[in-house]
């Protein structure tokens, strides 16, 4: 009966399990590069995207179907903090839509509670579109020293005996 529901929460399922990768891979790289507020902020989105899948996956199985860990893409080789944050913004909106459009689907086919799943997830994709976004906007506003900025405080950190970690 809700054959079609459980297809499109996998096709998310997987769209989830590349953002993980991806954001895991570009806070790896901010963090080796001593980007440190990029690097928190990739990490967090990695981790929410974790509990998509996991929110994703619980409505799977509530409708007898399976869960397919299969990441939907590959991870780009990225390095350039610029590109990180346009794909990232792109990827959020890829997702907004896709999942404005489940919605609407498990809408026509009467699954509500999938629907108002869907839903939740655009509200936390919006979010982060925002909060990527808004990092693109400081670096084109403020140009080298955005990230200069960031080494700095880097710096200061690690100069006062704190962990530069996150
Ligand atoms: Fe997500
Ligand atoms: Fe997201």
């Known amino acids: ?18 953002a993980v990768h991806q954001y895991m891979y570009f806070h790896f790289h901010c963090d080796n590069q001593g980007f440190d507020l990029l690097a928190g902020l990739f990490k967090r989105s990695a981790i929410e995207e974790m509990l998509h899948v996991e929110k994703l996956a619980d409505r799977i199985l509530f ?15 990225v390095h350039d903090v610029k590109a990180m944050l346009e794909m990232a ?7 907004i839509k896709s999942y404005n459009l489940a919605a609407n689907e ?13 839903e939740s997830l655009v509200d936390d994709e919006e ?9 693109l906007e400081n670096m084109t506003k403020f140009g080298d020293g955005y990230l200069a900025l960031q080494s700095i405080e880097r710096s200061k950190t690690l100069a006062s005996g704190g962990g530069g970690q996150e």
């Open 1 to 18: 009966m809700y054959k079609k529901s459980i297809e499109l929460l996998n096709t998310a399922v997987a769209d989830e399990l590349a």
């Open 106 to 118: 498990c809408s026509a086919n009467a699954d509500s509670a999938t629907k108002k799943l869907f």
């Open 63 to 77: 409708l007898k179907g399976d869960v397919e860990m299969r990441a939907g893409e590959e991870v780009q080789i």
């Open 127 to 135: 979010r982060h579109f925002s909060q990527f976004d808004s990092e």
């Open 89 to 95: 913004t792109a990827s959020e909106e890829g997702a």
